[in-house]
Nanobody, 118 residues
Framework: QVQLVESGGGLVQAGGSLRLSCTVS????????MGWFRQAPGKEREAVAS????????SYAESVKGRFTISRDNAKNMMYLQMNSLKPEDTAVYYC???????????WGQGTQVTVSS
């Protein structure tokens, strides 16, 4: 089992920046890929960014390309999401998730709220 805890959310004005952190513990050796997802009120959860845990390849939603950066720190077992040029439409609860093997994302954090004011 993998345990995930997000932090770093908050309230920021449009154009500002936030960095989300995800602390990873447990069966970290079994992780194949990790990602950040978000869910806004009344909307479905969407993938924001993901990273191969071994090869560091990344992918991003079109809506955040050029503004968000996913990264990790092996030594600290941490994953990050640097969010720049934030827009009100980025307002959502952000979740980190881990995938063991090649199936669904099976481990999720509790979420952290990001609110961007206009």
């Amino acid at each position: 089992q993998v345990q995930l805890v997000e932090s770093g959310g908050g309230l920021v004005q449009a154009g500002g920046s936030l960095r989300l952190s995800c602390t990873v513990s447990g069966r970290t050796f079994s992780i194949n890929r990790m990602g950040w997802f978000r869910q806004a009120p009344g909307k479905e959860r969407e993938a924001v960014a993901s990273m191969s845990w071994s090869f560091l390849s990344t992918s991003y939603a079109e809506s955040v390309k050029g503004r968000f950066t996913i990264s990790r720190d092996n030594a600290k077992n941490m994953m990050y999401l640097q969010m720049n040029s934030l827009k009100p439409e980025d307002t959502a609860v952000y979740y980190c998730a881990a995938r063991e093997g090649f199936g669904e994302y099976g481990s999720w954090g509790q979420g952290t709220q990001v609110t961007v004011s206009s």
